[in-house]
T-cell receptor, first 115, second 112 residues
């Protein structure tokens, strides 16, 4: 079946602009995660959605970052007033139940470059 | 996604040899561990997982060993092939949480 898809694959923006990154999880997966991978650093957790529960936003680095998940499926990560340090690859993952012990499957990522 | 950067530890092996990639995890409360493979320009790909009630699990050409006493995880790849060249990440899930905490990654370079 289809895996996690993300769009766009690459995004170049100017400092101060807002960007939206999209994630389509695997069909039937109730849990969805966003991670960030910066050059020279590992993958860091940003936010987690599970069913209708309140999202875990504990990894969001600032209030310029927000995410929503509509209809329990597609998710959008929004970065407002982008800064150069926001440049990174943003990865989305989904898992079947999100109980902390099920496999997270990753999409190909969106490479964000802030000029 | 692109594998992390320029300063990863690198393991160089000859094609056909066995590879062992090590990882020290941080949280003694972690109860689920995963190894991911990341090729250039792609997202992390699941390889194998293990729960804290096990100390060894085998897959196809891969074996994961877990030593909870010293908080150490290893990935063994048998008969390493050029297609195994990638960055390998270990990840842990602290008990009661759903987010993955990733290690820094190891680059595996397979030479013919």
């Amino acid at each position: 079946g289809a895996g996690v898809s993300q769009s766009p694959s690459n995004k170049v923006t100017e400092k101060g602009k807002d960007v939206e990154l999209r994630c389509d999880p695997i069909s039937g997966h109730t849990a969805l995660y966003w991670y960030r991978q910066s050059l020279g650093q590992g993958l860091e957790f940003l936010i987690y959605f599970q069913g209708n529960s309140a999202p875990d936003k504990s990894g969001l680095p600032s209030d310029r970052f927000s995410a929503e998940r509509t209809g329990g499926s597609v998710s959008t990560l929004t970065i407002q007033r982008t800064q150069q340090e926001d440049s990174a690859v943003y990865l989305c993952a989904s898992s079947l139940v999100g109980d902390g012990a099920d496999t997270q499957y990753f999409g190909p990522g969106t490479r964000l470059t802030v000029l | 996604g692109e594998s992390v950067g320029l300063h990863l530890p690198t393991l160089s092996v000859q094609e056909g040899d066995n590879s062992i990639i090590n990882c020290a995890y941080s949280n003694s409360a972690s109860d689920y561990f995963i190894w991911y493979k990341q090729e250039s320009g792609k997202g992390p790909q699941f390889i194998i997982d293990i729960r804290s009630n096990m100390d060894k699990r085998q897959g196809q050409r891969v074996t994961v060993l877990l030593n909870k006493t010293v908080k150490h995880l290893s990935l063994q790849i048998a008969a390493t092939q050029p297609g195994d060249s990638a960055v390998y990440f270990c990840a842990e899930t602290p008990g009661g949480y759903n987010k993955l905490i990733f290690g820094a990654g190891t680059r595996l370079a397979v030479h013919p």
